[in-house]
């Protein structure tokens, strides 16, 4: 099993209808990361979290929201989904302990038509 | 100014050929730095990790680090076809609250 789970991988939904992404890990922690990709735009980052009190807005956080419900799950909603939004999303996951490298789930891949 | 930044590409070298890819990062505390390789539809992986100035090699992969001059770069010597990827820089910025950045990622082809 993979250490970075996210569900679903692929999803197609209409505009202005609420969609979930869900990223769970067993790795053990702390930091999370919600990331979109498009086409020649690199990883751009949403949101990531330090822990479950501890939530924080990346460059394009405008039109998500995050929820960290436990150390090993986090989630991004889109609340009225809309076509711009969509992309490739990556969750990733590392450790606090010095500069340590990222580890990403499988994406999900996201059409909103 | 962007955080990170990577030389546009794409990036096309002949099979065995050297591949040199740039990155500049805006963050001067910035203490830790990645390459990772994609490939179409899949989730980045990691390929080095380098946090002091200086060389960094493994295998065919070299990481260059410059903190005075904010550069990072990677060498890929006697490049394959199964090198053809794209390459992300990724940084973690220290000023503020602790974020781990990419770049836009070059598009590398290597050619038979």
């Known amino acids: 099993d993979a250490d970075v789970t996210q569900t679903p991988r692929n999803r197609i939904t209409k505009t202005g209808k609420r969609i979930m992404l869900e990223c769970s890990q067993t790795k053990g922690h702390d930091r999370m990361y919600w990331y979109r990709q498009d086409p020649g735009l690199g990883l751009r980052l949403i949101y990531y979290s330090f822990d479950v009190k501890d939530i924080n807005k990346g460059e394009i956080s405008d039109g998500y929201s995050v929820s960290r419900q436990a150390q090993a799950k986090f989630s991004l909603s889109l609340e009225s989904a809309i076509p711009n939004q969509t992309a490739l999303y990556f969750c990733?996951?590392?450790?606090?302990?010095?500069?340590?490298?990222?580890?990403f789930g499988q994406g999900t891949r996201l059409t909103v038509v | 100014q962007k955080e990170v930044e990577q030389n546009s590409g794409p990036l096309s070298v002949p099979e065995g050929a050297i591949a040199s890819l740039n990155c500049t990062y805006s963050d001067r505390v910035s203490q830790s730095f990645f390459w990772y390789r994609q490939y179409s539809g899949k989730s980045p992986e990691l390929i080095m990790s380098?946090?002091?100035?200086g060389d960094k090699e493994d295998g065919r992969f070299t990481a260059q680090l410059n903190k005075a001059s904010q550069y990072v770069s990677l060498l890929i010597r006697d490049s394959q076809p199964s090198d053809s990827a794209t390459y992300l820089c990724?940084?973690?910025?220290?000023?503020?609250?602790?974020?781990?950045?990419f770049g836009k990622g070059t598009k590398l082809t290597v050619n038979p």
């Open positions: 380098i946090y002091s100035n």
């Open positions: 990724a940084v973690i910025t220290q000023g503020g609250s602790e974020k781990l950045v």
């Open positions: 990733a996951t590392r450790t606090a302990a010095g500069g340590t490298e990222a580890f």
